[in-house]
């Protein structure tokens, strides 16, 4: 059983709730709910899943704080942990949150001595996620009233965040997203390319390696010139549904220029990469736009290794692209390859000294 005195007086609500809208990264604040909450009940071990429109788990965020002695005076530590594994969830959790899903409430199970509590994260009329904790007693009315009260300024300031950093046409991570995330997206493919999990053991199930691809659509500019903006716009909404359906829903998809986006995938070694890349570039060439008729893009495709800086994977890859589109488009190249054959010259710099 995790408790310990609540932080709950309305000084350190306030000082929490400014510290969590100072922040301007979209993760960080969902990080920012937990080491908030967490103080505030007097709970040492709390919960984030953020689920799609098909309640799947899209992200997982577990916060544990410890006290510990440090030369003879107490502080805290604390640790986010980010987890997206589905079957790390528990069944018993999994059921509590189709409770919440549908009674659209808190709602919590008995487990052991301790009761698992959990409350709904609305957004837009619907379940976006789910807060959990577990303790030995019931949410007394006032810890229920600063839970909402928290969950509704969360919601309401990650909404604002997120569409800052959203493609108004495509609805997509924006180019700005990446670029103000990909060191925090760096240490996550680090960690967990290498680090066991919670409790020390080497993770299951979890990728060989990531990769990032530069997609463009090809010869866009005719589109525009032929058949006019709107059908322009029309097409990029249409390639943009289309690379999502070929790509699982634990890969990333931003819009990264005009028409050009950036993919970051898992797969467990080249082949795999290059197999679901090819997908995305068959899925666009095989569907009939409509009054348009074919349109294809091209890719180029580097490791996103998190030993090299995420400009130079970005660089790699986007050098790959335009090889691509020198060979005659429609195509998809990887850096690598290049490389070996001599069409590209490696960079001399670019990587991370880690020692
Ligand atoms: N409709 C529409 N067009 C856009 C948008 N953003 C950029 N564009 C257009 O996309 C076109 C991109 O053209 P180019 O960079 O020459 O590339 P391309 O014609 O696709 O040629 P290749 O990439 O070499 O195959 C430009 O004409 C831009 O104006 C947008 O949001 N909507």
Redesign the pocket.
Known sequence: MTTQRSDSGLPSILKKLGEMTAIRDTSMVEQSLLRTLGPLLGILETGFYRVNDNNHIIRALYHARKVVEDHGSKRVVDNVEEVTNERQVSPELRNLFDSVRLLRKSCCRKLGMDLLICYPIFGENQVLGYFVFQRDREVTPVEDAIVQGVLEVFTNYFALLDSSQRDQ?TGLLNRYSLEANLDRLWNLLSAKLHTGDKNGNARVNCPESYWLCVL??????????SFG?????E??IMVTRLLQSALRQSDLLYRY???EFVAIIAANDFDSAKEAFERTRASIEAFHFPQVGRVTI?GGFSNADPNVLPQEVIHRADSALYAA?DAG?NRIFDYDSLIKQGILKAAATGTIDLF
Do not use: P, T
């Not at 659509?217 to 589109?223: A, G």
């Not at 903006?229 to 716009?233: R, W």
């Open positions: 046409l463009d659509v090809d010869h866009f500019k005719k589109i525009n010139d903006h709107m059908i322009g716009d097409v990029l220029g005009g028409e091209s589109k488009r």
